[in-house]
């Protein structure tokens, strides 16, 4: 079966640094995705992850321990328009994508 | 950077009639999915096909659901007779080795 498990809600000021975390039980597992979306519209990609570490994009950071079954996303500098949901999905062997519920980031000034 | 494109971006429909979404896949992935996201959820698995047929569908995509290929290009979603749970985005994706690739999904409402 699949579980993919992340807070609902998260909420930061302009500038700081939000980690949201992710556990996952997923047989298969191949890799940790991260995206985000914004309501209305499709998923975008941030980071995958297949080894164990920390992968650094700009403001953007992963991280992933397959023996833990947990990720985290980072993200620094945080701006206004990085308010959105951001989704934790495992990816399988059979290519296809477990989802997450989704963690709505509000950035408040 | 290749897009995924998909039509209609919004479609209403009345409940019982048949809808089909239509995605243009970016040209060398192979695998293509279908997903869908109802209001407020998460997003959802419905199939993946490859080589031409389907090679997963999940509980969710029931008989009223098909999908094909028909013309090498254009790769469809078919709901037979939609209901009024059906209406959700649904996402187009494909995915070669370098990673995945959502289309910007179509908004089906069925009144």
């Known amino acids: 079966g699949q579980n993919i498990d992340q807070p609902t809600e998260m909420t930061a000021t302009e500038g700081a640094i939000v980690q949201i975390n992710c556990t996952y039980q997923?047989?298969?597992?191949?890799?940790l995705f991260w995206y985000q979306q914004h309501a209305g519209e499709a998923p975008t990609f941030l980071s995958y992850?297949?080894?164990?570490g920390l992968e650094e994009k700009g403001r953007f950071s992963s991280f992933l321990s397959r023996s833990k079954g947990y990720s985290y996303l980072l993200l620094k500098e945080l701006q206004m328009k990085d308010s959105a949901s951001y989704l934790c999905?495992?990816?399988?062997?059979?290519?296809?994508?477990?989802f997450g519920a989704g963690t709505t980031v509000t950035v408040r000034a | 950077e290749p897009e995924v494109t998909q039509t209609p971006s919004h479609q209403v429909t009345q409940m019982g009639q048949e809808v089909i979404l239509r995605c243009v896949p970016i040209s060398n992935h192979l695998y293509f999915y279908w997903y869908r996201q109802i209001l407020g959820q998460k997003v959802e698995f419905l199939v993946s096909?490859?080589?031409?047929?389907?090679?997963?569908k999940s509980e969710i995509f029931d008989d009223q659901f098909s999908v094909e290929r028909p013309d090498g290009s254009n790769f469809t979603l078919k709901i037979r007779s939609t209901k009024l749970e059906d209406s959700a985005m649904y996402f187009c994706a494909t995915q070669n080795k370098e990673g995945y690739t959502f289309g910007s999904g179509t908004r089906l409402t069925v009144v």
């Open positions: 992850n297949v080894l164990d």
């Open positions: 999905a495992a990816g399988r062997d059979d290519y296809k994508l477990s």
């Open positions: 997923t047989s298969g597992f191949n890799g």
């Open positions: 096909f490859y080589n031409n047929e389907i090679s997963e």
